[in-house]
């Protein structure tokens, strides 16, 4: 069975795109990718010991309208034992106030919902006035932010330092 479940919804390609490279880099003997309108039954989540879960932020602060539906279908379902580590698109300079809500959103849902949320990244080589995708010593996202928009340069190395740091938290043995 493999380890890694990574689920994503995207609107212009951009989360597809970093989420296909997380397949590319964890290799896909360890990992399976999830368009998350395309899962009709839940219980896959249960298949795997590490989600990646992955959404852009729209319109002002506001999940993908996929990731919004899936996290509506996930209301009734047990995440209590999960491990989560979560992804964000965005863009910093344009929607600054509002960069990466859609992940902050995410973890307050799956954090509710008494999954373990791993995967905090460093935010200091970004520059936004946004603050729900941080965690409490403002020093971190709450997950991997990625802006294809103006720094696409470093979508490649963050994820690849990311989920090395994923892969020891959650102790994968991958
Ligand atoms: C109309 C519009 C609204 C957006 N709103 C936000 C926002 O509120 N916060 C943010 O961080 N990025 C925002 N973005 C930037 C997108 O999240 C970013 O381009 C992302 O890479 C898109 O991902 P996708 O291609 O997977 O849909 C917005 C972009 C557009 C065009």
Same mark, same amino acid.
């Given at each position: 069975?493999?380890? =890694? ?25 360890? %990992? ?10 839940? +219980?896959? $989540?249960?298949?795997?010991?590490? @989600?990646? =879960? ?5 319109? @002002? ?19 209590? +034992? ?32 008494? %999954?373990?949320?791993?995967? %905090? ?7 936004? /006035? /946004?603050? $729900? ?5 403002? !020093? ?10 103006? !720094? ?12 090395? !740091? =994923? ?8």
């Amino acid at each position: 069975m493999k380890k =890694v479940g990574i689920f994503y919804g995207s609107d212009t390609g951009n989360t597809e795109k970093a989420a296909q490279f997380m397949l590319e880099a964890l290799g896909e003997e360890n %990992a399976d990718l999830h368009e998350v309108s395309k899962v009709t039954d839940l +219980n896959i $989540l249960n298949d795997y010991e590490l @989600l990646i =879960v992955g959404t852009p932020t729209w319109y @002002l602060g506001e999940l993908q309208s996929d990731v919004d539906s899936f996290k509506e279908k996930l209301a009734d379902f047990d995440l209590s +034992n999960k491990t989560i580590a979560l992804f964000g698109l965005g863009d910093q300079i344009e929607y600054s106030e509002y960069f990466l809500d859609g992940m902050g959103i995410l973890n307050s849902f799956f954090q509710e919902k008494g %999954a373990k949320i791993i995967g %905090a990244w460093p935010n200091d080589t970004y520059s936004f /006035s /946004s603050v $729900l995708s941080l965690t409490d010593d403002g !020093q971190h996202f709450v997950g991997l932010g990625l802006d294809e928009d103006n !720094q696409g340069e470093y979508t490649e190395e963050r994820i690849v330092a990311w989920l090395e !740091q =994923v892969k020891e938290e959650a102790n994968l043995g991958i």
